[in-house]
């Protein structure tokens, strides 16, 4: 029988039982994202986890199953399932960030995601002023337009217009390995989303700094495109600041003066 990859969704997921398959993934996936289970603990016995929450065993196999591809677990005959380090847990995964139960007290990934969307945008931002084509810009453009038309009534058709505006930055560095880290930030910025959508009101002021990028972008200039795009992060980075979460260390936060919020 030819072996599943381990993102494969399991049987159930397609099954009647599908609701109370996920629901007992999402269970579970908050306990170990919240702290409820700590690395290096075993969880308690099938029987008892099954009864504890009040599903099927079978339901619980296929969720720990799910668990363990994410990294979160690992399941060994005669000890159980066991909570992976942190270090090992895929933190960037869309439904890994959905079981989180409170992303806002989550400092230490807060600030990973930012730092990391700084390592990796600035640089994409420059490349692209050296390299966009004609139809990459347009891409970039076609973003903006649609994050500018959603603003200030439609937060969802705004947040994935500035998705796709982020993405076709990385799209048009034209290096093979940014490009491959879309996904990466593409998780962060959803990750972020879920902590600043309260500030819809402020998202017109937002416009500006993603057209500067654009802007610097289509006029090929690389340092300045660089800059803008840092000064978009740090717009985030005060965004966080608003609702409460740590500003990660690296550049200072935005100004206050400046006014500006990102969705």
Known sequence: MEAKP??????????????????????????????????????????????????????????????????????????????????????????????????????????GLVEARRIIEPAAAELA??????????????????MAAAIPDDLETCCEADIAFHKAVIAASGNIVLKGLVGTIEAALRAVFLITNQLMSAQSKALASHARVMDEIRLRNGAKAREAMDRLLDIAVEDLGHVGSPVPAGRPAASAQDGDATC
């Open 6 to 111: 381990a993102t494969s969704i399991p049987a159930p997921d397609r099954a009647s039982g599908g609701k109370i398959y996920r629901s007992v993934l999402a269970d579970l996936g908050a306990r170990i994202l919240g702290g409820t289970y700590q690395p290096g603990d075993v969880l308690p016995r099938e029987d008892e986890l099954a009864a504890t929450l009040g599903v099927s065993r079978s339901s619980l196999r296929e969720a720990i199953k799910v668990l363990c591809a994410k990294g979160l677990l690992e399941s060994r005959q005669r000890v159980g399932a066991t909570v992976r380090p942190r270090t090992e847990w895929h933190l960037l995964d869309a439904a890994v960030l959905s079981w989180h139960p409170d992303i806002t007290k989550d400092h230490e990934l807060i600030s």
């Open 129 to 146: 002023a050296r390299r966009a084509r004609a139809a990459e810009l347009a891409v970039i453009e076609n973003a903006y337009l649609a």
